[in-house]
């Protein structure tokens, strides 16, 4: 069996088959300050943005048209882009080489403008090198969402880490919060796949040693996780 740990509202891989259960170990609150702050700067249109996950367009839904403030968006991933579409189907939601923060970064520097402002929104919850950069242009940056521990779901992941056989871990929150309740033993002893750098930099750094998939996606690191 592979377990997913993730956040809630990441794109699910039920279909992948009965051999992958996923856990939402993570639940979002808004913070609806941000969302204000963010509304009052949609004032003044601004033709580039970035959009770091699914659950910002949640954050803003029937509260913000996004359309009147941005132009053209920066999806982090799939997904992000289908939630984006979803909602605001006249913006152009574009992809990076590769769909983490640093892919997001590579590809601002080369669509940004000198000078121009660039709306960026995301959680609050991010590792420092996780942060968005683009030298050339002035970010101004709005985290809408706090990433809170699910207690319950926390419980449920950890019954069922001892018939695991891998474990997929969908960003550095959800690998620490996990760890923080089942300790380094248990894990040490399983596959484990990152989603990602970011993710995979925070198991590193705990003596932990994760398979990455080349797409940095839950459904190709869950590939990742069945191939090997």
């Known amino acids: 069996m592979i377990l997913v740990l993730r956040g809630k509202g990441n794109y699910s891989v039920d279909h992948l088959g009965d051999e992958v259960i996923t856990v939402p170990i993570l639940r979002p609150v808004v913070d609806e300050e941000a969302i204000n702050k963010l509304i009052d700067a949609c004032h003044v249109s601004r033709r580039i943005g970035v ?30 882009c289908e939630a984006v579409a979803s909602l605001f189907p006249t913006i152009k939601c574009i992809l990076p080489p590769q769909f983490f923060s640093g892919g997001v970064s590579a590809l601002l520097k080369q669509e940004c403008a000198a000078g121009e402002e660039v709306i960026v929104i995301r959680s609050k919850d991010y590792a ?14 709005f985290g ?3 990433l809170m521990v699910d207690d319950e779901a926390i419980k449920k992941a950890a019954s069922l880490l001892n018939d695991a056989s891998a474990v997929v871990f969908t960003s550095p929150k959800v690998f620490t919060v996990f760890l923080s309740v089942v300790g380094r033993d248990p894990l040490a002893s399983k596959k484990l796949v990152a989603i990602g750098p970011t993710t995979g930099a925070a198991m590193i750094r705990n003596g932990l040693t994760p398979l990455m998939p080349t797409r940095y996606t839950i459904r190709d690191a869950v590939e990742t996780a069945l191939a090997q």
């Open 51 to 80: 959009v770091m996950s699914a659950e910002v367009i949640d954050a803003i839904r029937g509260k913000l048209d996004l359309a009147k403030c941005l132009a053209v968006v920066i999806g982090v991933g799939p997904s992000t």
């Open 128 to 141: 420092e090198e996780a942060s968005i950069t683009a030298p050339n242009c002035r970010i101004i940056e």
């Open 144 to 146: 809408l969402y706090e």
